[in-house]
Nanobody
Framework: QVQLVESGGGLVQAGGSLRLSCTAS????????IGWFRQSPGKEREFVAA????????YYADSVKGRFIISRNNAKNSVYLQMNSLKPEDTAVYLC??????????????WGQGTQVTVSS
């Protein structure tokens, strides 16, 4: 079992930056791949970025490539999403998810509650 808690969301102007954190409970955190997803009202959950156990493998959605960076610190049971050059279309609830397999689809076993990111124009 893994419990995930996101933090770091907020309101930012277009062009600004935010750093989201996903902190997990459980001693086997380092064995889980972590994905970030986002969801806006009326839209399907969208893949944003994902990172494997050892950080050697990362994936990004085309819409965030070059602007967002995913990283992890297994000693702190945490994964981070550095979001730069934010755009109004990045506005959404951002959720992190954990699974034993790295994926770019929403087929993750464990999910956090999400943190709201709002980008004003």
């Amino acid at each position: 079992q893994v419990q995930l808690v996101e933090s770091g969301g907020g309101l930012v102007q277009a062009g600004g930056s935010l750093r989201l954190s996903c902190t997990a409970s459980g001693r086997t955190f380092s064995r889980y791949a972590i994905g970030w997803f986002r969801q806006s009202p009326g839209k399907e959950r969208e893949f944003v970025a994902a990172i494997g156990w050892t950080s050697s493998t990362t994936y990004y959605a085309d819409s965030v490539k070059g602007r967002f960076i995913i990283s992890r610190n297994n000693a702190k049971n945490s994964v981070y999403l550095q979001m730069n050059s934010l755009k109004p279309e990045d506005t959404a609830v951002y959720l992190c998810a954990a699974d034993s397999r790295l994926a770019t689809t929403a087929l993750y076993d464990y999910w956090g509650q999400g943190t709201q990111v709002t980008v004003s124009s």
